[in-house]
């Protein structure tokens, strides 16, 4: 599609175990971001890609975050040892670069639900 | 409290009616972008206005930037029930390097448009 897309749209998980979320940007863009959403709030920015550069990860909010992007295209989101509080809505989205004032593209989002 | 701080926190209202929605800031900027959000999922970027704009217009909406106040407002004209959505504002730092894309978002406005 010509979208930003996600994987799993849903996944209920046991807390304590892991989970990666997928996230295929729109061909060529080469930003990429993840964000996070509790319910009936704004966004919290998570981490950045950009081309070859070092990530941005100061959004991250715990070491059992982490994130990747392989061949500059495709990224996973990991968490490990999923907490309760890990359960919101998870966006990626795409620009065509890094530079300010760029149309960022947002994915439908993985909803993620810890028990 | 947040950088981009909407209110009001929800709007009811009649189709044909005028929808407006303000969001507050704190730092200094390069631009404010204003999304939309269907129940939750994926966000639409609307319009986008610079720190050196006042005023923008796209279609039925009309967003004003008064960068002294640190503030914006959205304004839907002659509403419609399909507008009936989140509508959250963001900010784009002057940071510059590893800023772009890293966008601060408000906790939202819940649109309703009644038919």
């Known amino acids: 599609g010509a979208g930003v897309s996600q994987s799993p749209s849903n996944k209920v998980t046991e807390k304590g175990k892991d989970v990666e979320l997928r996230c295929d940007p729109i061909s060529g863009h080469t930003a990429l971001y993840w964000y996070r959403q509790s319910l009936g709030q704004g966004l919290e920015f998570l981490i950045y890609?950009?081309?070859?550069?070092?990530?941005?990860k100061s959004g991250l909010p715990s070491d059992r975050f982490s994130a990747e992007r392989t061949g500059g295209s495709v990224s996973t989101l990991t968490i490990q040892r999923t907490q309760q509080e890990d359960s919101a809505v998870y966006l990626c989205?795409?620009?065509?670069?890094?530079?300010?004032?760029?149309?960022?593209?947002f994915g439908e989002g993985s909803w993620l639900t810890v028990v | 409290s947040q950088q981009g701080e909407e209110d009001p926190q929800a709007l009811s209202i009649q189709e044909g009616e005028n929808a407006t929605m303000n969001c507050s800031y704190k730092t200094s900027i390069n631009n404010l972008q204003w999304y939309r959000q269907n129940s939750g999922r994926g966000l639409v970027h609307l319009i986008l206005i610079r720190s050196n704009e006042r005023e923008k217009h796209s279609g039925r909406l009309r967003v004003t930037l008064d960068t002294s106040k640190k503030s914006s407002s959205l304004l839907i004209t002659a509403s419609r029930a399909a507008d009936t959505a989140s509508y959250f504002c963001?900010?784009?730092?002057?940071?510059?390097?590893?800023?772009?894309?890293?966008?601060?978002f408000g906790q939202g406005t819940i649109l309703t448009v009644h038919p």
């Open positions: 989205a795409s620009s065509r670069q890094g530079a300010l004032g760029n149309t960022i593209y």
């Open positions: 890609f950009q081309g070859n550069s070092a990530p941005d």
């Open positions: 963001a900010t784009e730092g002057n940071a510059g390097g590893t800023s772009y894309g890293k966008l601060t």
